[in-house]
């Protein structure tokens, strides 16, 4: 579900949304990779909040999905599968290890 590449990393979710961070910005795409919503610089990263999505009577759906909110001077939402679970951590550690 992720395309790394050397400085870059993409995150896809569902309904074709994504999150691309090219080394120097983090950018939120639409419908695919064709519309552009947000690009953040790599400095203004401040946290992530992953939560696992559940069924209405509290347990996990299946297959399990998660609720990711990266808050940068404006917030991304993005909803991953497991996989993509593992992705955003990767990104989570890439923006870390950037800005320090």
Do not use: C, W
Not at 36 to 46: D, L, Q
Not at 60 to 81: G, H, W, Y
């Amino acid at each position: 579900m992720t395309t790394p590449s050397q400085a870059g990393l993409e995150v896809l979710g569902a309904n074709g949304e994504s999150l691309v961070f090219d080394g120097v910005t983090v950018a939120k795409f639409k419908h695919h990779g064709k519309e552009e919503t947000a690009r953040n610089p790599v400095s203004t990263y401040r946290e992530v909040s992953i939560k696992e999505r559940t069924s209405l009577f509290g347990k996990p759906k299946n297959p399990r999905q998660f609720d990711v909110l990266l808050a940068m001077s404006s917030f991304m939402a993005l909803t991953v599968d497991e996989h993509g679970r593992a992705q955003v951590d990767e990104l989570v550690a890439r923006l870390e290890s950037v800005q320090r």
